[in-house]
């Protein structure tokens, strides 16, 4: 089936460390991006990448890191510098990045702070 | 980034009722996108709406893009205990470069 598959499911981060978090798509979107997801709020951009080897800082981008290698991959890292990592992330993907295309979201990576 | 108003915060309804919720903006936007959350999942998009003015419907969903181009309405009719969930309104700007702008939400409660 084509989708969006985000890993793991649940995610536990020690202090000072960093994790990553997977997201693969088959859907052969050019457009990928990744959100953040507190409780009682709508989603916010973390980064997004409108072609592979490309990718831009989102409204808190701070404490996170990205790359697009490949079409299909978009993994984003939690640093240790992001102090309060405790969320909901959500991938998501669009055929292209525009105003006409609607974006697809993943099942989440829920990261919780040990 | 801007952020849309999303109204209501909550609904609780019994079965049957129907539900509305609305969005606003004070920015115009050319795409509005409805999604349904529900606990442990990510949203999946209900309906797209790319013209002012335009009414969509999705069996019981029916949502408008509004003339001015600064808010959308999304209808549940005949709610059934399925439709509980988190429904979050989003828009998309010709500038914005893919980069949706999302409601906080409306939690529905349906109750038998």
């Known amino acids: 089936d084509g989708g969006i598959t985000q890993s793991p499911k649940y995610l536990f981060r020690k202090e000072g460390q960093n994790v990553t978090l997977s997201c693969e798509q088959n859907?052969?979107?050019?457009?990928m991006y990744w959100y953040r997801q507190d409780p009682g709020q709508g989603l916010r951009l973390i980064y997004y990448s409108q072609i592979v080897n490309d990718f831009q800082k989102g409204d808190i981008a701070e404490g996170y890191s990205v790359s697009r290698e490949k079409k299909e991959s978009f993994p984003l890292t939690v640093t240790s510098a992001q102090k309060n990592p405790t969320a909901f992330y959500l991938c998501?993907?669009?055929?292209?990045?525009?105003?006409?295309?609607?974006?697809?979201f993943g099942d989440g990576t829920r990261l919780s702070i040990l | 980034g801007q952020q849309l108003n999303q109204s209501p915060q909550s609904m609780f309804i019994q079965e049957g009722e129907d539900v509305s919720m609305n969005c606003t903006s004070s920015?115009?936007?050319?795409?509005w996108l409805w999604y349904k959350q529900e606990p442990g999942e990510g949203p999946v998009l209900l309906i797209a709406?790319?013209?002012?003015?335009e009414l969509t419907s999705n069996g019981r969903l029916t949502a408008q893009f509004g003339i001015t181009r600064k808010d959308s309405f999304l209808n549940i009719s005949a709610s059934i205990p399925s439709d509980v969930g988190i429904y979050f309104c989003a828009g998309l700007t010709t500038d914005s470069w893919g980069k949706l702008q999302f409601g906080a939400g409306t939690q529905v409660v349906v109750t038998p």
């Open positions: 859907l052969n979107h050019d457009a």
């Open positions: 709406l790319y013209k002012a003015g």
């Open positions: 920015s115009i936007f050319n795409t």
């Open positions: 998501a993907s669009s055929i292209v990045a525009r105003a006409n295309q609607p974006q697809h």
